[in-house]
């Protein structure tokens, strides 16, 4: 009895326990279920992360080296890295596409952010080359000997000396402080003073222990030391990330057009010698396209004719130099006075010839004498521009004997054609560099990708794009 | 022992393992879905960073937590400025 008893009492509690914990053994797969399809989606956009800065870093290398742009064609995207890396590859599909066919506004955004970090190089580069004289006083003077002889003590003697002027220098930094203060426009001045402090600190430091003997490299640990680390590269964001007007943005636009595009020009000449027109990296154009071409030209004019629009672009030079030389010769009394000589004679020389019926006054005549002596001039200079040869941007007497300030003012082809494209709408000039860069490295030419993948029923899309052109 | 006796252990253990079962499916997929959402979050922040070096705060499980984000592309074009601003001094003093 007691036997029977049991076993029912036993059959009760597994009944009750199977239909209990089959329920439970249900939810419980169940919830363990979604929680693994949850880790998978986060996984799968975990992977396409990957997949998209694969994509990007896959970037259109001619574009780069050429033009400074970042950019990716339709046969760098792919799936490759998705594939390898997602687990749950058998329940997802995914698909990837090139986003966001370059166009001008691209360009606005990206050519300014990739001139804007170079252009305190480009500033300082155009005035070294155009004060290359001075500099050779420089070379040339004791102190450069001096350290080029190898007499380490006296060259750290002269840097003690130097360093050792920090009233003179401080006055002068502090009133270069104040100056700057008041033109801060950007507000960006208080991050440039706690920046230039932390790495004045740690420079300082390190020059001192470096002028009392010691070589440990102390000035690479205070400069990676973690927090400068972060300072220089908080300063760094900072700086490439500054807003600037538009106006600047058009200046840069308009220089980067001068500064990367081929002309007709195919070597620049000076006494030194002569040398291939190069890019403002100094890389030879024939070495990017193989060939002369008239780029420069063609953004300055929009006629893809290459005999026309160079023809163009030379007429403009000649009519700007007959401009720029009548109006110095106004102004130069040397050359009024043979002006005013020449005219006297030709008027004279009128008056003869007309029996005294056509007296035409000097003081007239003298200004057509000028007016043709620009208009030859203006021929001459054009002739060496296109020849690849500066030329002083005043034809004025005073020039003659002050080497260095015609140097400081010497102009060459692209200076004339950099003045001239100005005056073209930037739209035009973006316009046009982009059929440039479109021929030059591919007609199909994106600023980002997206991925759009399904899984299990759901569907995820991804985006991105270059930092260069993404909004601010 | 009695069968009231049996029952009477028997019951709150069952009822505990049970809830016990019970309470860690919502549970593992409640930290799976917290644990996904943080992780999407750092991977938006890393689409929308512009910087070389950018740190901000995400709130997982009610504490902040501080997130790094980089980017290597800014990293490449300011190294490529530096080796680009080298070229063009020298380009300024070298070229004719």
Known sequence: MSKHHFFCRNGGASIFLCIILSAVVLTEGTLYFAARIRGAEADL??????????????????????????????SCVNTQVFDTCFTGKGDAS???????????????????????????????????????????EITDSKIFQKAKSEETSEWLGYIKDFLGQKDKWGDVINSLVSAVEVVDVTGKMKDIKDF?????????????????????????????????????????????NLDMPSIADDIMINEYAVSFFDSKIEYTKDDAGEAPESNLLGVPFTDIHGNNRADLEYILTGINDEFVSVGTAKILIYDMRIIINFASYLVDKEKMNKAKEIAQILSAAIEVVSVGTVVVKAEILQFAVLYVWALGQGFVDMTKLIEGESVSLFDHSALSDQEILADAISTDYRDYLGLMLLAVPVEWKLSRILTILKKDCGNELYTGVSLSGTFRGSQFVMEDTYDAYSPA | MSHTLETA????????????????????????????????????????????????????????????????????????????????????????
């Open chain 2, 9 to 96: 252990i028997a019951f709150p253990i069952v009822l505990s393992v049970i809830v016990l079962l019970i309470s860690a499916g919502p549970v593992l997929y409640e930290e799976t879905v917290d644990a996904a959402d943080f992780q999407l979050s750092a991977i938006r922040q890393s689409i929308q960073n512009d910087n070389i070096y950018f740190k901000s705060n995400l709130i997982y499980e009610g504490e902040s937590y501080e997130i790094v984000s980089t980017s290597p592309e800014r990293m490449h074009f300011f190294i490529r400025a530096i080796e680009d601003s080298g070229k063009i001094l020298i380009g300024g003093v070298m070229s004719p």
């Open chain 1, 94 to 136: 995914l698909d990837a596409k090139p986003l966001g066919l370059m166009t001008e506004a691209d360009l606005r955004k990206g050519i300014p952010d990739y001139m804007q970090i170079r252009m305190p190089s480009i500033v300082s580069g155009e005035i070294l080359s155009r004060f290359k004289s001075v500099l050779g």
């Open chain 1, 45 to 74: 956009q975990r992977c396409m992360r990957l997949q998209i800065s694969q994509i990007l870093s896959n970037y259109n290398e001619s574009l780069l080296e050429k033009y400074g742009l970042y950019g990716i064609d339709s």
């Open chain 1, 196 to 240: 230039a402090s932390s790495f004045q600190n740690a420079m300082n430091r390190s020059t001192t222990l470096y002028l009392q003997g010691d070589d440990t490299p102390a000035q690479a640990n205070d400069i990676l030391n973690p927090d400068n680390l972060s300072n220089i590269i908080g300063y760094v964001d900072n700086y490439m």
